[in-house]
């Protein structure tokens, strides 16, 4: 017979398993859109929380601001440092900054893809590789406490026109996180990501603006989620706060989808 080994699946959630007092968090690119969005809603539950920022200028009132260009190794590890100097710990790490583009394979020269793919993908593995050690002491001294979130995109799995090198970037995010998953697991890191639909972001504000015709633009990005709107970033952080929380303890390698029922759903046209 052998000794029983113990079942640390199964444990007790807390009893308000989205209660995030006494953990700590840093959020990237977390000044604007989304990130500003999670960084508000950490704090709102209870966590201590930094903002990582190229301009950390707009990062929510309450939060400690750093900040680090994700390009630099160099940023990035004098930022996590600072973080967790000032937050004493780091439990949860929210992989959100990154940058769009747009266009088909012919439209992008090859320092624009270099670009993009250095600040989203790259930009995320420099991030943990600062963040780890400090996310393995706090999953030592507090089992189920450690996690990585990023933020992927509908582009990770659906085909988007005039997206490629952006869809390519985030394809690599959503592979980038399974394998993370995989490695980190029994070290008790969970890591996962949240896949948007297009959001009512700034940078979505920006696109918009350069359209021949915004209102028309918006309309068509409009209909183009079964929900017949954008997502919010707030939705966007509900999902990221979700895996980041005890409530999840159980999800590791798992992609959640916010985009209106983009990547899911097969309607029939209106009133058909």
């Not at 590890?77 to 583009?101: C, D, T």
């Amino acid at each position: 017979m052998t000794d029983a080994t113990p079942d640390t699946a199964s444990a007790a959630l807390p009893a308000d398993p989205y209660d995030l007092t006494g953990l700590t968090a840093l959020v990237t690119g977390g000044a604007s859109g989304i990130g500003a969005a999670t960084a508000r809603l950490l704090a709102a539950r209870g966590a201590r929380v930094a903002v990582l920022d190229r301009d950390p200028s707009g990062a929510p009132e309450g939060t400690v601001p750093v900040q680090a260009d994700v390009t630099s190794d160099e940023d990035v590890r004098a930022a996590v440092a600072q973080a967790v100097a000032e937050l004493g710990s780091l439990h949860i790490l929210v992989g959100n900054a990154g940058i769009g583009a747009v266009g088909t394979v012919e439209s992008n020269a090859d320092d624009e893809w270099q670009r993009v793919l250095d600040i989203n993908v790259v930009g995320l593995v420099r991030t943990a590789r600062a963040a780890l050690p400090h996310l393995r002491r706090a999953a030592a001294v507090r089992p189920g406490s450690a996690s990585i979130t990023h933020t992927c995109s509908i582009a990770a799995t659906a085909g988007l026109p005039q997206r490629a090198l952006y869809s390519a970037s985030k394809g690599a995010v959503l592979a980038l996180t399974l394998a993370m998953a995989a490695d980190h697991v029994r070290e008790g890191v969970r890591v996962n990501c949240v896949n948007p639909g297009t959001a009512d972001t700034p940078w979505v504000g920006r696109l918009l603006d350069q359209a021949d015709d915004p209102g028309a633009e918006r309309a068509a990005l409009n209909a183009r989620q079964p929900m017949g709107r954008l997502v919010s970033a707030e939705e966007v952080a509900a999902a990221i706060v979700h895996l980041a929380s005890p409530a999840a303890a159980s999800t590791t390698g798992a992609s959640i989808a916010v985009d209106g029922g983009m990547q899911g759903l097969r309607l029939r046209p209106a009133g058909s």
